[in-house]
């Protein structure tokens, strides 16, 4: 109840304050209309508070070349909700508004709320930069039905990577199709996604990708594909389609994020559940990978007031984000609402655990160089051309010369 | 005044008149541009100040660095076998077809319509289904393949770094076979049928007939159908995109996939246009073949 | 022909037809499939549940008469660009041999060299220069028929090339202008040619995504196919949404073509030159 007055108060301070403004038409792009910032966008603009805003779809892949092109022009939106890797590129050439002023001189935004991924991801040189969307991240996920019928036990998943090894080898079954583990190591952006984790658990990070341990990382995920744990169809893959083998009982195990809960609850026909990324051993480090957009105003817009407005009703949304859009709140302290299906509200709090260790890639405005880099030494290695090791330090070398 | 206008109608101001006018139009939609990519492939070019000319000059250093890169041997490979295996498949496939079709049996002229199914989808949802359809686990074209007896154990097509340059050029085949099929078919039936008759008569086989009427005849049109399918294969992107990304480890990588990567995933426009103009060196020889070709055509 | 060769080669044809046809017919299936079904090992080839719910929903939420319209403006201003252009060009290309008309052919094919990803930044940036993102789908229109145009020349030159030299000079005699004789006699005779290749055209510019997508920035003015685009989100496609799309806007225009083809390649053979 106190959300919905504070909220219907903010829509009045709104109205009240741009009553004596002109009317304003701010654009927004975004890849979907029918995402939170596509749908909150309508109802702000259906409130009487003067400001209208367009919002204009732009496939996912499209939407950071047309929107650099379109800055270039001068013909860039107000608002723009953007994949949070490709956040800094922007940021830090100063294409968009340093909102941190008035971050601290808001009453509704508490920048100090957002996890510290999403937080590290709007951020560059300490300032603020952005609010983010949500957050999303990667788990395991695994069918407990081919658990018991292989004799392990389905409320005690892999905790470490030789359980999970072990396990995809138990699970492993060529004879009636099912794959132990399913994942992506494509070459692109997701492929990055998954792998920065192993990365990461092992000591790496992405400026120091050739760290001791993070060859243990690629010599795990080469396990899985050259003892046939994981189909070699891996590597050009994504992770939706990989998934989908799972939801098709053709895979015992499946490494994805929240947006699959949605279709495996429709689909899928066994007992699902969901456990936190394995750690390399026993209390090692946990890390996962940290997905979704952050929203951003354009400096060069000309009604700032009326673009943070909009910012701000976002904001006063957050707890809506999970209910009604499957998304997890970037915020602490928003509550997950039970959805009413029991797997998923188990999952949504293994998921919600996860975000804690979830970590941004980058900030670096040279993001897609430096994922293009890690691409190639996992694909090289994952095809027999390079050892573990070689390909790090070379990637590593490759990386250094973008940084420096 | 009144000679020009009346050279515009009737002389040469007519045929100079139709040529000028479509090639400004085309200097200036497709020449700009072209010139643009060459300019900045001499260039540093930021990705915030794409909307100047005025970028650092970069000497011949993107040049350099494309030619030493790991990638360049495995690119120039693969383009060369993925354009000639294409165009050439394409165009054998197209030929039989059109053909086959030109007997005129029942129905051929509505089954070669539905030829043209492929032409009409999407590049990306062709791609996508290609993609599903080569999949070594739940792919039809291994199920089929297994059912038939012929591997006895799955293919990866896409994923195979052996393979994944023939699995999109499988994919580009069948994409680009209705167009060639369409304008040959067309070429075929523009030839008139006296002169086979008269072949006929003369006690020319089949096979005589072809070489000695249907290919002289169609001159035109085979040096149309190949230059144009070699420039469309020299841009396929779509598929490339839709099923193996050029991977896996870069080994389906192709000169336009490459240049895209370069601008558009790395932001490095810069690179993505000096591999722009080594193309443009390719179309230019493609061309100068194609102009060479005309001299022979024979028109009625 | 026989009775007997003319049912093995329609035999033929359907088998062959059958297997070329096989990714549509995927395209069908996979649009009333389950959305786990598409990687269900052994393949299914007929749907278990189908899911005529997927139609729709698309028809209900994509707005799919908006698009097709936009889509068939863009391609109707493309084809009559082209054709309006690259006809009387193809002509003399294809009715003169000299250096000058080399070059020509020469520059024509190569204005085709780039894939539209590599040109369309440099035409967006010009196209804001001169104001021409005010009217998107006329910009849009432009920058299409520069690549559609090219294609459409050689193949028309091709159409020209058939058509006998005597039969433009007769009318010349007879007291016809140039133009006269070319809009008369030559186009009438070489239409095969050209109907086909502005159905070509046609075909591609109803297509089109590459331009569309950067130049064309409002929804409501956009083409099907980048309002297919919008079930490719990250991490998450509707798969069977883009087939039924993907369906939905192919199965007209395909049917439209069948009957076309057969109308140009085959109604209007050369006979008239008899």
């Given at each position: 109840?106190s959300r ?5 108060a903010l829509?009045?301070t709104?109205g009240?304050?741009?009553a ?5 038409t701010l654009?927004?792009w975004t ?5 939170p ?5 309508q109802e ?7 400001i209208t ?6 496939r996912f ?10 800055f270039?022009t001068?013909?860039n939106?107000?608002?723009i909700?953007?994949d949070n890797?490709?956040?800094?590129a922007?940021?830090s050439r100063?294409?968009f508004l340093?909102i941190t002023?008035?971050?601290?001189g808001s009453?509704v935004?508490?920048i100090?709320r957002?996890?510290?991924g999403?937080r590290s991801?709007?951020s ?5 930069f952005?609010?983010?969307?949500a957050s ?9 039905d081919m658990?018991r019928a ?6 005690n998943?892999p905790?470490?990577w ?6 995809a ?8 199709n ?5 994942f992506s190591?494509?070459a692109?952006?997701?492929?990055t996604f998954q792998f ?13 990708i050739n760290a001791?341990?993070v ?6 995920w080469n396990?899985f594909l050259?003892?046939g744990?994981?189909s070699?169809?891996t590597l ?10 799972f939801?098709?009982g053709?895979?015992?195990m499946?490494i ?24 390399r ?8 990978a ?8 354009f ?6 007031d009326a673009a943070?407005?909009?910012l701000?009703y ?7 984000i999970w209910?009604?859009f ?9 509550e ?10 188990a ?7 996860q975000l ?6 980058g ?9 293009q880099?890690?691409q190639g030494?996992f ?6 051309q390079?050892e ?14 973008i940084?420096? | 005044m009144r ?9 040469i ?7 000028i006018?479509?090639?400004s139009?085309?200097l ?7 010139i643009y990519n060459?300019?900045?492939?001499f ?6 100040s794409?909307g100047t ?11 350099v660095?494309i030619?030493?890169?790991r ?9 060369i076998i993925?354009t000639?295996g294409s ?5 054998t496939l197209?030929?039989a077809l ?8 029942t129905?051929?002229?509505w089954?070669r319509?539905?030829?043209?199914a ?6 990306l949802?062709?791609?996508?289904l290609?993609?599903?359809l080569?999949s070594?686990d ?6 089929v ?8 154990e799955p293919v ?5 770094p ?6 999109v ?10 167009f060639?099929?369409?304008?040959l078919a067309?070429?075929l ?17 089949a096979?005589?007939?072809f ?7 169609m001159?035109?049109?085979?040096g ?9 294969t020299l841009?396929?992107?779509d598929?490339?995109?839709a099923?193996t990304?050029?991977?896996p480890?870069g080994s ?5 996939y490459?240049?895209?990567?370069l601008?558009f995933r790395?932001?490095d426009f810069?690179r993505g246009a ?13 061309s100068?073949?194609?102009v ?8 009625l | 022909?026989s ?6 080669l ?8 059958a ?9 069908y ?7 786990s079904?598409i ?9 278990d549940?189908?899911q005529w719910?997927n139609?729709a929903?698309i028809w ?5 008469p908006?698009y097709?319209w936009?889509s068939?403006?863009?391609a109707?201003?493309?084809t ?9 060009c193809a002509?003399v290309?294809?009715r ?6 080399d070059?020509?052919l020469?520059?024509v094919?190569m204005?085709?060299?780039l894939?539209?990803?590599l ?9 804001s220069?001169?104001g021409?993102l005010?009217?998107?789908r ?7 028929s520069?690549?559609t ?12 090339m058939t058509?006998p030299?005597e ?5 010349l005699v ?9 809009v008369?006699?030559v186009?009438?005779l ?7 290749a ?6 591609q510019?109803?297509?089109e995504?590459v331009y569309s997508?950067?130049?064309?920035a ?9 309002g297919?685009?919008?079930y ?8 069977n ?6 369906a939905?806007y192919?199965t007209?225009?395909?049917a ?5 083809q057969r109308q140009?390649v ?5 006979g008239?030159l008899?």
């Amino acid at each position: 109840m106190s959300r919905f007055i504070a909220t219907s108060a903010l829509a009045l301070t709104i109205g009240a304050s741009a009553a004596m403004a002109q009317d304003v038409t701010l654009t927004l792009w975004t890849e979907s209309a029918t995402a939170p910032e596509g749908i909150f966008a309508q109802e702000f603009s259906e409130m009487d508070n003067g400001i209208t805003i367009d919002v204009r779809e732009i496939r996912f892949d499209d939407l950071v070349t047309d929107t650099l092109r379109a800055f270039a022009t001068g013909t860039n939106p107000d608002l723009i909700a953007i994949d949070n890797p490709d956040h800094a590129a922007f940021a830090s050439r100063g294409a968009f508004l340093d909102i941190t002023d008035m971050v601290a001189g808001s009453d509704v935004i508490e920048i100090d709320r957002v996890f510290p991924g999403p937080r590290s991801s709007l951020s560059w040189d300490d300032r603020i930069f952005g609010i983010p969307r949500a957050s999303n991240t990667i788990a395991l996920y695994y069918n407990k039905d081919m658990f018991r019928a292989a004799g392990l036990d389905p409320d005690n998943p892999p905790s470490t990577w030789d359980e999970l090894l072990a396990a995809a080898r138990t699970l492993n079954d060529p004879a009636n199709n099912v794959y132990g583990i399913a994942f992506s190591a494509r070459a692109s952006e997701e492929g990055t996604f998954q792998f920065l984790p192993w990365a990461q658990m092992a000591g790496g990070t992405f400026d120091n990708i050739n760290a001791e341990g993070v060859a243990d990382a690629l010599e795990l995920w080469n396990t899985f594909l050259s003892e046939g744990l994981a189909s070699p169809d891996t590597l050009t893959r994504g992770q939706w389609d990989s998934t989908g083998t799972f939801n098709g009982g053709n895979a015992a195990m499946a490494i994805s994020g929240p947006w699959e809960l949605g279709r495996m609850a429709s689909d899928a026909d066994f007992d699902w559940g969901v456990t936190l990324l394995p750690v390399r051993a026993e209390g090692g480090e946990r890390a996962s990978a940290l997905g979704d957009f952050n929203l951003a105003i354009f400096a060069n817009t000309d009604h700032p007031d009326a673009a943070f407005a909009y910012l701000e009703y976002f904001w006063s949304q957050a707890h809506r984000i999970w209910p009604e859009f499957t998304r997890m709140p970037a915020i602490e302290g928003v509550e997950l609402a039970p959805t009413g299906d029991a797997r998923i509200d188990a999952a949504a709090a293994v998921f919600a655990e996860q975000l804690r260790y979830a970590r941004n890639r980058g900030p670096h405005p040279e993001w897609p160089r430096i994922s293009q880099r890690i691409q190639g030494a996992f694909q090289s290695v994952l095809t027999g051309q390079e050892e573990p090791q070689a390909a790090l330090d070379r990637a590593a070398e490759e990386i250094d010369e973008i940084l420096n | 005044m009144r000679r020009v206008l009346q050279s515009m109608r009737d002389g040469i101001g007519f045929d100079t008149m139709l040529v000028i006018l479509t090639l400004s139009y085309l200097l200036v939609f497709a020449g700009l541009p072209l010139i643009y990519n060459v300019v900045i492939s001499f260039q540093t070019v930021d990705v915030f100040s794409l909307g100047t000319l005025m970028h650092p000059s970069a000497g011949v250093e993107n040049y350099v660095d494309i030619f030493e890169d790991r990638q360049a041997e495995t690119v120039l490979r693969n383009t060369i076998i993925f354009t000639l295996g294409s165009v050439a498949l394409q165009f054998t496939l197209g030929f039989a077809l059109a053909l086959f079709f030109h007997q005129n049996f029942t129905g051929a002229t509505w089954i070669r319509g539905l030829f043209l199914a492929g032409w009409v989808m999407p590049g990306l949802v062709v791609g996508v289904l290609w993609n599903w359809l080569l999949s070594g686990d739940f792919g039809v074209v291994n199920y089929v393949l297994d059912g038939l007896g012929l591997i006895d154990e799955p293919v990866f097509w896409r994923s195979n770094p052996e393979t994944s340059l023939y699995s999109v050029l499988i994919a580009n085949v069948w994409y680009g076979t209705p167009f060639n099929m369409i304008l040959l078919a067309v070429g075929l039936s523009q030839i008139p049928e006296d002169l086979y008759e008269a072949a006929e008569l003369d006690g020319a086989n089949a096979f005589q007939r072809f070489w000695t009427i249907t290919l002289p005849m169609m001159r035109a049109t085979i040096g149309a159908v190949i230059a144009l399918g070699t420039i469309f294969t020299l841009q396929q992107f779509d598929l490339f995109a839709a099923i193996t990304q050029g991977g896996p480890a870069g080994s389906s990588t192709v000169a336009q996939y490459w240049s895209w990567e370069l601008s558009f995933r790395e932001f490095d426009f810069g690179r993505g246009a000096v591999i722009s103009v080594l193309m443009i060196i390719v179309v230019l020889i493609v061309s100068l073949i194609y102009v060479r070709s005309t001299k022979a055509e024979t028109q009625l | 022909m026989s009775v007997v060769t003319n049912r093995a080669l329609l035999l033929v044809a359907i088998v062959l037809a059958a297997i070329y046809l096989f990714p549509l017919y995927w395209m069908y299936l996979t649009s009333i499939k389950t959305q786990s079904a598409i990687f269900s090992v052994p393949p299914q080839f007929l749907p278990d549940t189908p899911q005529w719910g997927n139609y729709a929903t698309i028809w209900e939420l994509a707005n799919i008469p908006r698009y097709m319209w936009n889509s068939l403006v863009i391609a109707t201003g493309v084809t009559l660009i082209t054709g309006i252009l690259g006809a009387g060009c193809a002509y003399v290309l294809a009715r003169y041999r000299n250096w000058w008309i080399d070059m020509a052919l020469f520059t024509v094919l190569m204005l085709q060299v780039l894939p539209p990803s590599l040109m369309v930044t440099p035409i967006f940036v010009g196209f804001s220069w001169a104001g021409l993102l005010e009217y998107p789908r006329f910009a849009a229109v432009l920058a299409i028929s520069a690549k559609t145009l090219p294609f459409f020349v050689i193949l028309c030159r091709a159409a020209f090339m058939t058509v006998p030299r005597e039969l433009e000079e007769a009318a010349l005699v007879d007291g016809n202008s140039r133009a006269g004789a070319f809009v008369m006699i030559v186009l009438p005779l070489a239409r095969n040619g050209i109907l086909i290749a502005a159905l070509i055209v046609f075909m591609q510019g109803f297509g089109e995504y590459v331009y569309s997508a950067s130049i064309i920035a409002e929804n409501r003015l956009q083409p099907a196919s980048i309002g297919m685009t919008n079930y490719l989100q990250p991490n998450q496609v509707n798969w069977n949404a883009i087939m039924a799309y993907a369906a939905t806007y192919v199965t007209p225009v395909l049917a439209a073509f069948v009957i076309l083809q057969r109308q140009i390649v085959n109604g209007l053979t050369a006979g008239a030159l008899k």
